[in-house]
Each structure stands twice: as structure tokens, then as C-alpha cells.
């Protein structure tokens, strides 16, 4: 049976407002604002639930922006989504978690938000800002909500060991 045009289009619009509200809702507006979607082609499969957007691929929707030369899509039966990734040369990630917290920079050669536990993987060249802490490795795991760094030299399919760095900045103390 063949969908008629119309519905394809409310598919893809239906998956992508599923991409970006659940990583969104770090700011109030986030969730309201509207989504934008640029890239240069579309590969969009209803039954096995992917999306895959390939050409300087970007993703917006208020303070969250996902970069990247290909972006896939995941999402379950139930048309959650489950994951968003995102790869390139420099694959980019960045969201503001708080009003009264520093805007969070994520790039890797691979870029993977688990939804569900507001995780992001970043892979290959992995680094990570958030205010005047930085990070960079081979392999860089943060946990959104909790505010949790696991960094490591060796990355699964990296054939370069690439060495765990932290610069962290001291709180700024108020006057005497």
C-alpha cells in the first residue's frame, strides 16, 4: 500500500518534534520553541523507526542545537525517541540545562544523546565545555541531570589512544 504524501510529511514532522522536545525541556521555553531542521537529504523508514538526515545536517530547537554530516534518528514502537546520533569530522552538540547554569559544548567524531537517561557519548576527538571546565579524550560519557563526567584514552573503534584532559576552573569567590 502506498502512503499518500501527506502523511509521510506528518511522520517526518511528528519525528522530528519527538527528536528535540525530550532533550529540550532543560529550559522552560525549550520546549515550546519552534524546531529547524536543515539538511541536505532525507532517509526516513516509519516501520523501523529511523531518520536519517545526511549534509551538514542541523538541528535546532531553542537553546539545543545537534550538528553533524549525518544525524540518525531512533525511535521505539511507541515512537519515542531512544536515540539521537550525530557524526562527522566535528559532530557538535549544545544545550543550556539551566537558567543559572553555564551552556554545555559537546564535539566528537560520533555524538550519541540517549534520551531516556539524558546521557551523551561523544567519541573520537571527545570534548567537552561547560562554563571554564573542559575535557578531552578518546572517550567522553556526561550524564545531564547529574552533572557526572567518565572520560577515557581508549575509545571502541578508535584505533588511537587519546589521552585524558581536564582543565577545571575555581569557583569564583566573593569579596573578603
Not at 516509519?46 to 545536517?57: C, N, P, S
Not at 537517561?117 to 578531552?136: K, P, S, V, W, Y
Amino acid at each position: 500500500m502506498t502512503r499518500p504524501p501527506f502523511a509521510s510529511l506528518l511522520a517526518l514532522t511528528l519525528l522530528a518534534a519527538t527528536l528535540t522536545t525530550p532533550m529540550a525541556v532543560a529550559l522552560e521555553g525549550d520546549a515550546s520553541a519552534p524546531i529547524q531542521v536543515e539538511a541536505d537529504r532525507l532517509d526516513l523508514d516509519d516501520r523501523a523507526g529511523t531518520a536519517v538526515y545526511q549534509g551538514d545536517v542541523s538541528i535546532q530547537q531553542g537553546s539545543m542545537q545537534l550538528t553533524g554530516d549525518r544525524v540518525e534518528i531512533q525511535r521505539n514502537a511507541a515512537g519515542q525517541l531512544t536515540t539521537a546520533t550525530a557524526t562527522g569530522q566535528r559532530a557538535y552538540l549544545e544545550q543550556k540545562p539551566a537558567p543559572d547554569q553555564p551552556l554545555v559544548r559537546a564535539w566528537g567524531r560520533t555524538v550519541v544523546y540517549h534520551v531516556a537517561e539524558r546521557r551523551i557519548e561523544l567519541i573520537d576527538q571527545a570534548e567537552l565545555h561547560q562554563g571554564g571546565d573542559t575535557f578531552d579524550g578518546g572517550y567522553l560519557e556526561y550524564f545531564l541531570d547529574r552533572r557526572v563526567v567518565q572520560a577515557r584514552a581508549d575509545a571502541e573503534g578508535v584505533d588511537e589512544r587519546q589521552r585524558v584532559r581536564m582543565t577545571l576552573e575555581p569557583e569564583q569567590q566573593d569579596g573578603p
